[in-house]
């Protein structure tokens, strides 16, 4: 992955030869001789990696390091000097250097120095991208074992042909499209297919495309340069950087935004980008992989998908199976959700879920899937006492299976009329029990989204 560095030593020579050196290995490079050209080349270089002599001819490298660090406090610093001496080792790991070389020093042992404080700034970003998607466990849970990604119990057909699916997309490093309902599981599949892959070791990210504003979604996937954008004060690595060698889930794809679309069809095509603000093409070692809730052959077709980037995307495509397509699986998902809470909540013990409660779950549709069910369990956990999960707890929704209409022999209505207030009511409890989502709604009622919208102006719900 690129990085850039700022050399700062008064040896003109030495300089010359160290931005040889890293420029043979990819990284960019800036080199400056003093004091006052280092400080005034943070303020527009934003270099990954400072390399700094301790003695320099305007000022103590000591104080240039100190004054660096507050200034740009994320890059990696590492000492330069030709008058080594422990404690000026010790004082510059006091003042934040991550590493001290001292001169004349091999080649081998520089690019190290710089590299390890690459890969620490890189650490670094992650952690804080994991931080700020609550992805780290609790104190408590973190005493407990994580559940293993790595295997997929099932009894389901449909589910191990699915399985068996990502079992070959995990073997190759071509690009997959993961298509399902809401809450049936494709982030999980998703991880699932990086956790067998040959990029196991490497990282994995995910970004929702539906949730990040469209004036935003570029900075987040491509990463920007400093002043790129008001509020732009330093440069950020987008998530396809932070994923080199790794794999990154573009989640509810179908809501890109259209001039996202464009700049994704171009990376897919060179494997390049450049980051918002910048002018560097950077190329990037990175699995993608897509998922979406949407018919994405229906949103080519009414103009809100590419049609170029709908091909280009679909290499592989594997469909995940709703919830009461397999609900044979119920059980083994009941466990695997409890053991996941347990090392979640880092509770003391979690209740018992008996045969009356897994009778009643197993006879819900689950118009959430997996997700849904996963509130439901953990809502019950929360609520139930004496060590058993109460079954009242669950809600009335969930046996709430039955709908009903009441007609009278015609008087002076059709039965045209009639037929069309019992199809209205219809898809009144449909548009209820989907919480007001006319996507679920259809669903619902088995007809598409198409059929749906015509029948909503047919019985004068349209608006």
């Known amino acids: 992955m690129p990085g850039t560095v700022l050399i700062v030593d008064d040896e003109v020579q030495l300089v ?14 800036v080199g400056v001789h003093s004091g006052a050209e280092a400080r005034k080349a943070v303020s527009v270089f934003f270099p990954d990696v400072v390399l700094v ?8 490298g000591a104080v240039l390091l100190s004054q660096l660090r507050e200034k740009h406090p994320s890059a990696a610093y590492v000492v330069i000097t030709g008058h080594g001496s422990i404690q000026s080792a ?16 091999e080649p081998d042992e520089l690019l ?39 295997t997929v119990e099932t009894l389901s057909e449909t589910m191990r042909a699915t399985l068996n699916q990502a079992e070959r997309a995990a073997a190759s490093d071509g690009i997959i499209v993961l298509l399902g309902e809401s809450g049936s599981g494709k982030d999980y599949m998703a991880r699932y297919i990086h956790e067998r892959s040959r990029r196991a070791n490497g990282p994995y990210f995910a970004i929702n495309c539906a949730a ?31 994923a080199e060698n790794g794999t990154l889930l573009l989640n509810e794809v179908g809501d890109l935004p259209a001039s996202m679309q464009a700049k994704l069809l171009t990376f897919l095509d060179t494997r390049t980008f450049t980051r918002v603000g910048g002018e560097t093409q950077i190329a990037v070692n990175a699995r993608l992989i897509a998922a979406t809730n949407k018919d994405l052959e229906l949103e080519v077709v009414e103009g809100r998908f590419r049609k170029d980037l709908y091909y280009r995307l679909s290499v592989l495509t594997i469909h995940i199976p ?13 466990d ?44 019950g956990i929360m609520l139930s006492e004496s060590g058993k999960f109460n079954v009242g707890v669950l809600g009335r929704n969930l046996s709430d299976e039955t709908w009903s209409y009441t007609v009278s022999f015609p008087k002076d209505r ?25 996507q679920e709604a259809a669903r619902l009622l088995g007809i598409s989204r198409h059929a749906f919208a015509h029948q909503l102006k047919a019985v004068g719900l349209a608006d």
Request: net charge positive; glycine share 8%; no cysteine.
């Open 322 to 334: 709703p919830l009461r397509k397999r609900i044979e699986d119920l059980p083994l998902l009941i």
């Open 16 to 29: 010359r030869h160290l931005e040889h050196l890293l420029r043979s290995e990819g990284y960019q490079t």
């Open 53 to 60: 002599d301790l003695r320099l001819p305007d000022t103590d």
């Open 90 to 105: 010790v004082q510059a790991t006091r003042l934040g250097a991550r590493d001290y070389l001292t001169k004349p020093f």
């Open 112 to 150: 190290l120095a710089v590299r390890n404080g690459l890969n620490d700034r890189l650490k670094e970003e992650e952690i804080s991208i994991l931080r700020k998607g609550g992805r780290f466990p609790s104190r408590l849970a973190a005493q407990k074992t994580a559940p293993s990604i790595e």
């Open 212 to 242: 990040v504003a469209p004036e935003l979604a570029e900075s987040e996937l491509f990463g920007h340069e400093p002043g790129a954008f008001t509020g732009a004060r330093g440069r950020k690595r987008g998530l396809l950087e932070l």
């Open 336 to 379: 695997s959700i409890v053991s996941q809470l347990d090392y979640d909540m880092g509770l003391p013990g979690m209740p018992l879920i008996g045969p009356e409660a897994l009778r009643l779950l197993s006879s819900y549709s689950w118009p959430g899937n997996v997700r849904e069910l996963r509130n439901v369990i953990e809502r």
């Open 414 to 438: 059709s039965l045209h009329d009639i037929s069309r207030d019992m199809k209205r009511s219809l898809i009144d409890e449909a548009l209820r029990r989907a919480q007001g989502s006319k």
